[in-house]
């Protein structure tokens, strides 16, 4: 039986039966022959927030890549009990997972309503519920619709980025390091709508970052993935009480 870190508000506290939406069993993760992940397992309860830290190279772009069927991988990924490894990023993508890349490859020459647009190819229906929902969540995005996405500052891109994953009505959503090279009121704007969609829809989110107060802020329970492999996991106490992680993510 799994452990989850506990909560005192939000969705997470309020689930009836604790159990995992996304499991992940034994992963190993190929880029041609290199081997990027040796043996990752990691859980996410339903309407919970997981933060997964490591330095650059650890491989949590990978683990990502690897959940949305990017890369060539053994193991396990399951969503809801069905398997993922086994099905393309199109059939991944229709089980309503969400993903907002790191770098997120917006098209900069198209407007920001044509880039949300594009997000939205596997619910037509709803696409004009999602654009208002989004709209909602970054009010910044109704003003600069129809400018062209490249014009944007960094953290209206982000927005765009994280804008174009919920096109999809995600029920769990992917996001790789949202807070790197954006200013701090920025970055408290992105985290405070992360949380929005947490609290809000319920909305289930594993994401990565280097920023580790950034992770922390929003997320119950952290991974500390280096090279490949997870290091250790637990509650920000649990990972504090462990003094080289303590050294390595806490400062001191
Ligand atoms: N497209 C790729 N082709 C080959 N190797 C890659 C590719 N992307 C990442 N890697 C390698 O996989 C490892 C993990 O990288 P990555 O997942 O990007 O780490 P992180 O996101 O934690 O910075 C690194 O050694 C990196 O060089
Ligand atoms: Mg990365």
């Given at each position: 039986?799994?452990?989850?870190?506990?909560?005192?508000?939000?969705?997470?506290?309020?689930?009836r039966?604790?159990?995992a939406?996304l499991?992940?069993?034994?992963?190993?993760?190929?880029?041609?022959?290199?081997?990027?992940?040796?043996?990752?397992?990691?859980?996410?309860?339903?309407?919970?927030?997981?933060g997964?830290?490591?330095?650059?190279?650890?491989?949590?772009?990978?683990?990502?890549?690897?959940?949305?069927?990017?890369?060539?991988?053994?193991?396990s990924i399951?969503?809801?009990?069905?398997?993922?490894?086994?099905?393309?990023?199109?059939?991944?993508?229709?089980?309503?997972?969400?993903y907002?890349?790191?770098?997120?490859?917006?098209?900069?020459?198209?407007?920001?309503?044509?880039?949300?647009?594009?997000?939205?190819?596997?619910?037509?229906g709803?696409?004009?519920?999602?654009?208002e929902?989004?709209?909602?969540?970054?009010?910044?995005?109704?003003?600069?619709?129809?400018?062209?996405?490249?014009?944007?500052?960094?953290?209206?891109?982000?927005?765009?980025?994280?804008?174009?994953?919920?096109?999809?009505?995600?029920?769990?959503?992917?996001?790789?390091e949202?807070?790197?090279?954006?200013?701090?009121?920025?970055?408290?704007?992105?985290?405070?709508a992360?949380?929005?969609?947490?609290?809000?829809?319920g909305?289930?989110?594993?994401?990565?970052?280097?920023?580790?107060?950034?992770?922390?802020?929003?997320?119950?329970?952290?991974?500390?993935?280096?090279?490949?492999?997870i290091r250790?996991?637990?509650?920000?106490?649990?990972?504090?009480?462990?003094?080289?992680?303590?050294?390595?993510?806490?400062?001191?």
């Open positions: 039986m799994k452990r989850y870190g506990r909560r005192t508000s939000g969705i997470e506290s309020k689930a039966t604790i159990m939406l499991e992940i069993n034994d992963l190993f993760a190929f880029y041609g022959m290199a081997e990027s992940l040796h043996g990752v397992s990691l859980a996410v309860a339903e309407g919970g927030i997981i997964l830290i490591g330095p650059n190279g650890a491989g949590k772009s990978t683990l990502m890549d690897s959940i949305m069927g990017l890369t060539r991988t053994r193991g399951k969503l809801d009990g069905q398997e993922l490894t086994t099905k393309n990023t199109a059939q991944i993508v229709r089980l309503n997972v969400g907002a890349p790191e770098r997120a490859h917006l098209f900069p020459f198209m407007t920001v309503h044509d880039n949300l647009l594009i997000g939205a190819y596997t619910a037509r709803k696409l004009e519920r999602n654009l929902r989004v709209m909602d969540l970054f009010p910044i995005l109704q003003t600069r619709r129809y400018q062209e996405t490249g014009t944007l500052s960094g953290g209206e891109r982000q927005m765009v980025s994280l804008g174009r994953a919920l096109m999809t009505t995600p029920r769990i959503m992917l996001v790789d949202p807070a790197i090279g954006l200013a701090p009121k920025v970055c408290g704007d992105i985290a405070a992360l949380r929005r969609l947490n609290q809000e829809s909305l289930t989110i594993v994401i990565t970052e280097q920023n580790v107060n950034f992770a922390m802020s929003l997320a119950s329970r952290l991974y500390v993935l280096e090279t490949g492999r250790m996991s637990g509650t920000v106490e649990e990972l504090k009480a462990d003094p080289e992680t303590k050294r390595a993510y806490f400062g001191q």
